[in-house]
């Protein structure tokens, strides 16, 4: 199984953007897929998750209330729609997905399965 994530992009501050992450291969198996950044300079951190079978979200302080995470089982596919970018949600995206459900959810050791990233870029 391979993750492919897209939707990248330049966009104003205030804008808007939405990322598909795409499971190749054969059915999306993970039980809990998630959307890390990495900005220039810092260490990737945890953007948000979802628990594929039950559909419940979690979300850092940082995005909570302006990013939302979703999937379409039908299309093996977890969405991460941002809106009211600010510049600092300029990152390297990247989806993951872990086989687990666990409370350790932002942590990305729990994560076995990367894509290889999508540029955001928010000007101001």
């Known amino acids: 199984v391979q993750l492919q994530a897209s939707g990248g992009g330049l966009v104003q501050a205030g804008g808007s953007l939405r990322l598909s992450c795409v499971a190749s291969?054969?059915?999306?198996?993970?039980?809990?897929v998630g959307w890390f950044r990495q900005a220039p300079g810092k260490e990737r951190e945890f953007v948000a998750t979802i628990r594929w079978n039950s559909g419940s979200t979690y979300y850092a302080d940082s995005v909570k209330g302006r990013f939302t995470i979703s999937r379409d089982n039908a299309k093996n596919t977890v969405f991460l729609q941002m809106t009211s970018l600010k510049p600092e949600d300029t990152a390297v995206y990247y989806c993951?997905?872990?086989?687990?459900?666990?409370?350790?959810?932002?942590?990305?050791?729990?994560?076995?399965?990367w894509g290889q990233g999508t540029q955001v870029t928010v000007s101001s």
């Open positions: 993951a997905g872990a086989e687990y459900v666990s409370p350790t959810y932002a942590n990305e050791r729990l994560y076995d399965l």
């Open positions: 291969g054969r059915t999306f198996s993970s039980r809990t």
